[in-house]
């Protein structure tokens, strides 16, 4: 949520909030501390798994599939399947390990900020199995998780849009200036689905005429705050994000087992806040979205919460894998936790593997379409 070395850039947000009415293109840590981040600039990484394609959808656990249905449909993405009836998938109970569950789902689309390929969002709602209701999580807490979207022009605009709607939860963000009025061209604001999922959203700005063309900008672990592609090209999705605890371990997985661009770690801790942006191709593109890992001080010493993959408001990020074989021995030669019965299972004709990350065990499937 709040990038390092002002790759998410919300630092310069708050300061610019005093007095003048406008926010510049950065990001604020918190109200009462002050960000410890070091720029940094370091070569490219090794070269990515080649059998990793990138990241190709978020999943997320409702409560309510028709309700959260209209809610992604205000902020303009789109059904392009289901919601079907209540079904019992055998595939999907083996993948999520839900013997016997009930479930529906929905595959949602949106417009990528970095790309025409648009990115998905499924949404699932559980039944007859025993499940918790994740709702109440914060925005830091372990295990949970945000996306990111970016918007053309003033998000008060959204703002308003969902309040009319009867829609709009702005959720306190680890202290961070989020409030339902303000004066001025708004830059940023937070808010948050039925079930938990907080939204954060950044404008793009629309250039005026005679404006000169904008600098050119780099989506990769090596950009600087005066490179750094921040936004993306258009509205549209921009990245995930989940916390952790040992961001060596974390980072070390996202990198080495899902082909993440992340910069070193040298220099970059210490803060209350720091957040580890990876660059991953959007499968079947040749742009990069980001993931986004969150190290919050106030998480220090603290277990995950004991989540299941069939809760409300659990969340987990889908990768594309060309070879699931080779990509899923890398992910437990790096402690990977398996969820999926038996491992790699046969997928709604492909087949899949529901891992878990061995930091706080966050949700990751990696998935094979059928050729």
């Known amino acids: 949520m709040l990038d390092d070395n002002m790759e998410h850039t919300k630092t310069s947000f708050s300061l610019a909030l005093r007095g003048l009415g406008v926010f510049i293109f950065a990001v604020v840590l918190t109200l009462a501390t002050r960000s410890l981040f070091a720029q940094s600039s370091s070569s ?47 595939e999907l109970n083996k993948l999520g390990n839900t013997p016997g569950a009930e479930s529906r789902t929905a595959t949602m689309k949106v417009q990528s900020s970095v790309s025409d390929v648009p990115f998905a969002l499924l949404l699932r709602q559980y039944r007859g199995i025993a499940h918790q209701d994740w709702s109440k999580l914060t925005s830091w807490n372990l295990l949970a998780s945000h996306i990111d979207m970016t918007v053309d022009g003033n998000v008060s605009t959204l703002l308003d849009k969902l309040e009319a709607l009867n829609m709009l939860v702005m959720p306190e963000v680890q ?12 830059r940023f604001a937070f808010i948050q689905d039925p079930d938990g999922l907080t939204l954060e959203y950044f404008s793009k700005l629309i250039p005026k005429p005679g404006d000169p063309p904008a600098a050119s900008m780099v989506s990769n672990s090596s950009a600087t705050s005066a490179n750094m592609d921040r936004l993306g090209k258009q509205a549209g999705f921009n990245h995930y994000a989940t916390n952790i605890i040992d961001p060596a371990k974390a980072q070390d997985f996202y990198g080495k087992v899902l082909g993440g661009d992340y910069a070193p770690l040298e220099g970059r801790l210490g803060a209350a806040q720091v957040m580890l942006n990876g660059w991953f191709p959007q499968a079947a593109t040749n742009n990069n979205v980001r993931i986004e890992l969150g190290l919050f001080a106030v998480n220090a010493g603290k277990t995950p919460p004991p989540i299941n993959f069939q809760d409300i408001n659990a969340n987990y990020a889908g990768f594309q894998v060309s070879n699931i074989d080779t990509a899923y021995a890398r992910a437990k030669a790096h402690s990977a936790i398996t969820v999926s019965e038996g491992g790699i299972i046969d997928y709604h004709n492909g087949r899949a593997a529901l891992i878990r990350d061995p930091d706080v065990g966050g949700y990751i499937m990696l998935w094979e379409p059928a050729r």
Do not use: C
């Not at 959260?68 to 399947?81: G, L, N, Q, R």
């Open 175 to 186: 202290g961070l200036p989020n409030p339902r009025r303000q004066d001025g061209f708004r």
């Open 44 to 90: 490219q990484p090794a070269a990515r798994p080649s059998d990793v394609l990138g990241l190709a959808f978020v999943g997320h656990q409702v409560s309510d599939l028709e309700r959260s249905i209209k809610f992604f449909e205000a902020i303009d993405f789109k059904v392009v399947e289901g919601p079907g009836a209540w079904t019992v998938d055998k």
